[in-house]
């Protein structure tokens, strides 16, 4: 049995240094958005009360923030407490508000808060929360004001439906004082109000989901649509989720990233083909116009089209 643990552990070590590697050499996601799905199933699972599950998906976020610090993540959002949450029995609610509130003092009294200068920030219907909870929100946004080496989100009290409601209410009250004039709305103006408009950016690039269900739950709505942002659904409970996993979900965010810059690349040269001419420095020229993709990468994709299609090679004028 030792000699298979060992084993076991130089493979998941093995593997986990292949895909750092692998994606090392990929465009890191700016933002990654997660849901936090399972604490209760998995303590069901270990025959545990379920704030012991939520303790243990306490710990797991300190690793993630490693994790995403590790590998340049700039911004991690943790979806921590949902609106529909709040229908919980109230010991539950809680034992949820006093660990948030207690894991958030114990980030602004490490030191590798203030080393890495990461910024704290709550974002939800935070007026909703205990007061408790919301001093300690204080306390952590106030201890790492001003800090831009990573953005950490806590969303709490958060419903992507309300937050987008909140939104209307807010910027009606404008237009009804004289302070914003309704031919002014537009994309900007709204993401201006939304809880992430404190953050870095809010657009989300990655989200990862845990628990195995395949869905998004109401979760950064305007952030992760407008962006078109990828979505990974694993099966480990949160408790469970390990370094790799989050490795397996950077790397399938890169690789619908690479498959979007290809296919973008092929559409233009099948445009210019069209009009009976393609100059490569065309191709960069148009593709650069709608997506931010590296002239070099542009090249290396029509030189990876010229070797897989001969007729596409031959009508590629260099």
Known sequence: MLFKDLMHRLLYQGYEHLLTNEIEEGLIPAHIAVIMDGN?????????DK???????A??????????WEIGVKQLTLY??????????????KSIFNLIASKLDEICADERTHERR????????IGSLPLSLQDAIARAEEATRGYDGMHLNIALAYGGRRELVDVARLMAEKVRMGTLSPDDVDEEVIA????TRDAITSDVDLIIRTGGDMRVSNFLLWQSCGNESAAYFCAPYWPEFRRIDLLRAIRTYQMRESDRKRKTVLRVVNLLAACGHVEAIEVIRLSRKILEIPKEEIKGILMEISRHNRSMSEMIKW
């Not at 998995?42 to 025959?47: R, S």
């Not at 704030?51 to 998906?57: A, S």
């Not at 710990?59 to 995403?68: G, M, P």
């Not at 921590?80 to 609610?93: G, I, Q, Y």
Request: charge should be negative; aromatic fraction near 10%.
């Open 40 to 48: 209760r199933r998995f303590a069901e699972k270990l025959g545990l």
């Open 51 to 57: 704030t012991l599950g939520h303790c243990h998906g």
């Open 59 to 68: 710990d797991i976020c300190e690793n993630v923030i490693d994790w995403c």
């Open 80 to 93: 921590a407490f949902s609106t529909e949450n709040f229908k919980r029995s109230e010991p539950e609610r």
């Open 118 to 125: 990461m910024a704290v920030h709550a974002i939800g219907d």
């Open 192 to 195: 201006h109000h939304l809880y």
